[in-house]
């Protein structure tokens, strides 16, 4: 419940900035930034823990109408990773920084880091305990994401994670690869993933559901399409939110949680 109304709430961020003339881009960006402060969910603050007791962020932000995008991964704490990422983004210079690079990229533009105390919960400690002790698997609910269209019909996807429980140390998933866990594109649609992301790199899964917009499959229909070729080829599941030019969206899901919300003009609507 307090996932989905971490969904609800960033929606509702998002919806009010939409409606103040902000874009997509903006709005994404916000509903992230919301989401990766709740720390139950896997981003941000809660953030999933490396097999050394670390954490490495993963973000990504992408929006429409030039192809701009912005990526960090194997970030050090910083409190909103999505933020950094938006700051590549508006820079241009590259599109994804790691590790080190991507920290010293963080306080040369003026973000402070976060204290490792500040950002790693104990629940993320007593996960990696189990996963290490092999009481559990390494299934971690709550990579974040959000798609957006402004007015303008500009569209953007945003993602951030914390990773896999136990990952080894500079182990990257799908989320700031553009085209795995992340696109957006005016012309198609704007997607974001959550799941395991070797599966989603390996399958190029964002890009897959962009092929599917491209055949005119509605954005539920396409984000199951892809599922599915997940499910089939690899017997991976997730989750994909679209959103598409029509102002239509949509998500689907093979994983049994995954909370989301929406908002359209000014109704904010959570789901379970
Ligand atoms: N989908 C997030 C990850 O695997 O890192």
């Known amino acids: 419940v307090a996932r989905g109304e971490a969904c609800a709430r960033a929606a509702d961020e998002g919806r009010l900035l939409l409606g103040a003339g902000a874009s997509a881009l903006d709005a994404v960006q916000r509903a992230v930034e919301v989401l990766e402060d709740e720390p139950l969910l896997n981003a941000g603050t809660g953030g999933a823990l490396t097999e050394d007791g670390t954490l490495e962020l993963d973000a990504a932000i992408m929006e429409g109408a030039q192809l701009r995008a912005g990526a960090v991964c194997a970030l050090p704490p910083f409190r909103h990773p999505i933020t950094i990422a938006r700051a590549v983004l508006e820079e241009g210079r590259h599109v994804l920084y790691a590790g080190e690079g991507a920290a010293g990229f963080a306080r040369a533009a003026g973000f402070a880091p976060a204290r490792p105390d500040e950002m790693i919960t104990q629940a993320a400690r007593a996960h990696l305990a189990n996963v290490v002790a092999r009481r559990v698997p390494p299934r971690d609910r709550g990579t974040v994401g959000a798609v957006a269209r402004d007015g303008q019909g500009r569209l953007a996807a945003a993602t951030s994670t914390g990773g896999i429980t136990g990952q080894r140390p500079g182990r990257v998933g799908d989320s700031p690869i553009l085209g795995a866990g992340t696109y957006a594109d005016d012309a198609w649609g704007a997607i974001s993933c959550t799941g395991h992301g070797e599966g989603f790199m390996r399958m190029t899964l964002a890009a897959r559901v962009l092929a599917e917009l491209q055949a005119g499959r509605a954005p539920d229909t396409a984000a199951m399409q892809a599922l599915l070729a997940l499910e089939q080829r690899l017997h991976m599941r997730g989750g994909i939110i679209v959103a598409a030019p029509d102002g239509t969206f ?19 609507v959570g789901l379970p």
Do not use: V, Y
């Open 250 to 268: 949509g998500w689907a899901r093979t994983a049994p949680h995954m909370p989301c919300a929406w908002a359209i003009d000014d109704r904010a």
